[in-house]
Each structure stands twice: as structure tokens, then as C-alpha cells.
């Protein structure tokens, strides 16, 4: 027998890896969720028939190991050619994927050297960090303004920690988790400023005043992500894509898996996109709610911050964020707080259904007057 012990086995980078921790997906009845910005309303009814209709015996069968008929669809929509595009099993799928494909990792030869540099702003997507660390890439953070606004360039540069010619920069457009938006027109900026890969990653862009998409087109060395699990209602399914210069795409279509979308989320994605009209009306609807619930959570002492996404960053009244989070639970109310400096303060709310906004006020209103 081995004398080895079972970590043994396991790389010294892997052993000391903290993984993404995901919201919680707990079966508990009655409960309303609103902590992982889930579409509360489900897919049309075009897009439900059409994955029924492909449950049959061709499940035997590998997908298509492009999702061909997607990119096609995907590249009308956008104004590109099919080559401009990859999909992906979910938009992280991509995200990692851009991470093996752009960034060394950062052996002890190349410590410092800005190709080993996965760059992001604090806070956003806390999955960027995780993606660098998996790569045994270097992470490099720099802190968003107050406001979750964008630092203007002059600032990054006097900062100083800022890289510009780091390997790949992770932009989340709308910000996550602080539903902030922001122009093209600096974002345009930050892209021509920077002289290596930027990731637009605009999973909760539907639910904007506007989109970055252009930029992806124009600048051979940005990427913009998107997702089918937000707005069109799919996360099951898993499905995300990028769009961007054909080169850069071709690099990532190498290092996929040969199957790496399921054929149930591809009926289901081109589907989806069949049925664009029912999707605007009901971000329309998840819009009027937002607004809603964040005026009520403003009257009961909320700070809500101004959102375009399909959720709302609140600092709450009275006690501490982490002991809101627990009060809400009581009452079978389940929303997000993330233990990081910079949030910690805060709560994040998905935008339910009108009936799961209500809900949570109605407990807000309990939890203040007991
Ligand atoms: C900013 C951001 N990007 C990407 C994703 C991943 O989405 P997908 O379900 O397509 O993997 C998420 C999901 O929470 C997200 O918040």
C-alpha cells in the first residue's frame, strides 16, 4: 500500500484553491428566491415545446459540436458572421476558457511579466479571481469608485495598480453585484487604453439602457460575453456565448470541449431566439418591478443604488447587512450578502415577480417595526 496520503496526490496549487462558492439552491418549500438573479418568470411557451420536441431518440446522438444553427441565428442578431462567434456551456464556460487561452500562468520565470495578469475591478463577478487562481495565474484588482462607477483613465494611471498591458481584463457591464451601468463611450476608452484582452461581460445587459455589443466588433482585442441563463430565463440549460474577432474566437473553439453545449440548451437557445417579443416584454415587466421595489426599499431607509440589471444593491437599516440576511431567511426570504469588504455592508436582491418584490417589502416593513 501507498504511504502517500490522498492529498498527496492532489497539485500544490489545487490543494490550496478556494473555490467559487455559488447562491445557495436549497428545496425548501414555500421559500422565495431571490439571491442568484434567476428570471422569475419562465421560458415561452415556443421555447418550452420546442426542447419537448427534441426529447426523443436523437438524444442518442452528439450534438452539433458547434451549435451551428445558434451561431448563425446569433450572428444575424448581431451583425456579424457566424465565425464571430463561440458558444459556451453557460457564459463561464467562456470566461475560463479565455483564461487558458490568453493568460500564462504565472510560473516563478515569469513572476511579474504582465502576460500572467488576469485583471478586474472590485467589486464584480466574484468568479474572475477563481478563474486566475485555477490557471495559477496573477490576479489584479483594482477598487471601482464609491458609486461603482468606472475609475476615468487618468485616475487608473495615477493610481498606479492598474495594468494596461495586462494579459486580460474582466469588465462587468452592467456591474455586478452593484447593478451600476455603464457608457460605451468610457468603456470604449478603457478598451483603446488597454493593450491586452478585454472581456465585455454583459450577462445582465437586457435589462440596460444599452450595450457595448459594438465594441466587440470594432476592436480586435475585446470580447463581449452574454448569457441565455438571465434575461431569456435558461440557467438550466447552460448557455452562454462570446462575440469578437474571428481570430481570437478561433483560438478558443481549439481548446473546448468537441460537445461543449448540450443539444437540449441549443434547441432551446435557438428557440429563444425565435420568440425575441415575448423575452421584451417581460424584461419590461421585470424593469417596472425593479423600480418599484427599489422606491418602497427607499421609503423604509434603504440605500438602494440605482440599477440596470435585474437585481438591486441596498444597504439596509438598523443592524448589520449579515443579520438582515438572516431575518429575511426566517421569513423564507432568501437574498444575497457576500462576506468581501467592499460589500459587506450590503445586500443583493434579485427583481422577482411583483408578488416575491411585495413579499419582501411586507417582511422589510415586519423586520423594521418589531
Ligand atoms: C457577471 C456574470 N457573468 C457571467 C455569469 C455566468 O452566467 P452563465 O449562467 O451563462 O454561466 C454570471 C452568473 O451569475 C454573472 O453574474
Same mark, same amino acid.
Given at each position: 500500500?501507498?504511504?502517500?496520503?490522498?492529498?498527496?496526490?492532489?497539485?500544490?496549487?489545487?490543494?490550496?484553491?478556494?473555490?467559487?462558492?455559488?447562491?445557495?439552491?436549497?428545496?425548501?418549500?414555500?421559500?422565495?428566491?431571490?439571491?442568484?438573479?434567476?428570471?422569475?418568470?419562465?421560458?415561452?411557451?415556443?421555447?418550452?415545446?420546442?426542447?419537448?420536441?427534441?426529447?426523443?431518440?436523437? /438524444?442518442?446522438?452528439?450534438?452539433?459540436?458547434?451549435?451551428?444553427?445558434?451561431?448563425?441565428? /446569433?450572428?444575424? /442578431?448581431?451583425?456579424?458572421?457566424?465565425?464571430?462567434?463561440?458558444?459556451?456551456?453557460?457564459?463561464?464556460?467562456?470566461?475560463?476558457?479565455?483564461? +487558458?487561452?490568453?493568460?500564462?500562468?504565472?510560473?516563478?520565470? /515569469?513572476?511579474?511579466?504582465?502576460?500572467?495578469?488576469?485583471?478586474?475591478?472590485?467589486?464584480?463577478?466574484?468568479?474572475?479571481?477563481?478563474?486566475?487562481?485555477?490557471?495559477?495565474?496573477?490576479?489584479?484588482?483594482?477598487?471601482?469608485?464609491?458609486?461603482?462607477?468606472?475609475?476615468?483613465?487618468?485616475?487608473?494611471?495615477?493610481?498606479?495598480? =492598474?495594468?494596461?498591458?495586462?494579459?486580460?481584463?474582466?469588465?462587468?457591464?452592467?456591474?455586478?453585484?452593484?447593478?451600476?451601468?455603464?457608457?460605451?463611450?468610457?468603456?470604449?476608452?478603457?478598451?483603446?487604453?488597454?493593450?491586452?484582452?478585454?472581456?465585455?461581460?454583459?450577462?445582465?445587459?437586457?435589462?440596460?439602457?444599452?450595450?457595448?455589443?459594438?465594441?466587440?466588433?470594432?476592436?480586435?482585442?475585446?470580447?463581449?460575453?452574454?448569457?441565455?441563463?438571465? %434575461?431569456?430565463?435558461?440557467?438550466?440549460?447552460?448557455?452562454?456565448?462570446?462575440?469578437?474577432?474571428?481570430?481570437?474566437?478561433?483560438?478558443?473553439?481549439?481548446?473546448?470541449?468537441?460537445?461543449?453545449?448540450?443539444?437540449?440548451?441549443?434547441?432551446?437557445?435557438?428557440?429563444?431566439?425565435?420568440?425575441?417579443?415575448?423575452?421584451?416584454?417581460?424584461?419590461?415587466?421585470?424593469?417596472?418591478?425593479?423600480?418599484?421595489?427599489?422606491?418602497?426599499?427607499?421609503?423604509?431607509?434603504?440605500?438602494?443604488?440605482?440599477?440596470?440589471?435585474?437585481?438591486?444593491?441596498?444597504?439596509?437599516?438598523?443592524?448589520?447587512?449579515?443579520? =438582515?440576511?438572516?431575518?429575511?431567511?426566517?421569513?423564507?426570504?432568501?437574498? +444575497? =450578502?457576500?462576506?468581501?469588504?467592499?460589500?459587506?455592508?450590503?445586500?443583493?436582491?434579485?427583481?422577482?415577480?411583483?408578488?416575491?418584490? %411585495?413579499?419582501?417589502?411586507?417582511? %422589510?416593513?415586519?423586520?423594521?417595526?418589531?
Amino acid at each position: 500500500m501507498s504511504s502517500r496520503k490522498n492529498t498527496d496526490y492532489i497539485r500544490p496549487l489545487v490543494r490550496a484553491l478556494h473555490a467559487y462558492v455559488p447562491g445557495e439552491q436549497p428545496r425548501i418549500k414555500g421559500l422565495i428566491k431571490l439571491n442568484t438573479n434567476e428570471n422569475p418568470y419562465p421560458p415561452s411557451p415556443r421555447v418550452l415545446a420546442a426542447v419537448r420536441a427534441a426529447v426523443d431518440g436523437r /438524444l442518442r446522438l452528439y450534438p452539433n459540436p458547434t451549435a451551428q444553427t445558434l451561431r448563425e441565428k /446569433l450572428a444575424k /442578431l448581431h451583425g456579424c458572421r457566424p465565425e464571430n462567434l463561440i458558444i459556451g456551456n453557460g457564459s463561464d464556460e467562456l470566461l475560463a476558457l479565455a483564461t +487558458r487561452a490568453f493568460v500564462e500562468p504565472a510560473g516563478t520565470a /515569469l513572476r511579474g511579466d504582465p502576460a500572467t495578469f488576469v485583471q478586474y475591478f472590485t467589486p464584480s463577478y466574484s468568479l474572475y479571481p477563481v478563474l486566475a487562481d485555477i490557471h495559477g495565474a496573477a490576479r489584479n484588482a483594482t477598487p471601482l469608485k464609491p458609486d461603482f462607477s468606472l475609475p476615468p483613465i487618468k485616475e487608473l494611471k495615477r493610481g498606479g495598480i =492598474w495594468k494596461f498591458d495586462a494579459a486580460l481584463t474582466f469588465v462587468t457591464t452592467p456591474n455586478a453585484p452593484s447593478g451600476r451601468g455603464y457608457q460605451t463611450s468610457e468603456l470604449e476608452k478603457l478598451c483603446s487604453a488597454q493593450k491586452g484582452i478585454v472581456i465585455l461581460d454583459e450577462a445582465y445587459v437586457d435589462f440596460a439602457n444599452g450595450n457595448a455589443m459594438k465594441l466587440s466588433l470594432k476592436f480586435p482585442h475585446v470580447l463581449v460575453a452574454r448569457t441565455f441563463s438571465k %434575461a431569456y430565463s435558461l440557467c438550466f440549460q447552460r448557455v452562454g456565448y462570446f462575440v469578437g474577432n474571428a481570430g481570437l474566437i478561433a483560438a478558443l473553439h481549439k481548446i473546448r470541449d468537441s460537445y461543449n453545449v448540450n443539444g437540449l440548451g441549443q434547441a432551446a437557445a435557438v428557440a429563444t431566439l425565435d420568440d425575441l417579443k415575448f423575452y421584451r416584454a417581460s424584461f419590461k415587466r421585470i424593469i417596472g418591478t425593479r423600480e418599484w421595489l427599489s422606491r418602497e426599499l427607499t421609503n423604509l431607509g434603504f440605500r438602494v443604488f440605482p440599477s440596470q440589471t435585474n437585481f438591486i444593491l441596498v444597504r439596509p437599516p438598523l443592524f448589520p447587512a449579515k443579520a =438582515w440576511l438572516q431575518e429575511l431567511r426566517d421569513r423564507k426570504i432568501l437574498v +444575497r =450578502w457576500f462576506d468581501l469588504p467592499e460589500v459587506k455592508d450590503y445586500l443583493r436582491i434579485t427583481v422577482g415577480a411583483r408578488s416575491e418584490a %411585495a413579499a419582501l417589502v411586507k417582511a %422589510a416593513g415586519e423586520i423594521i417595526s418589531q
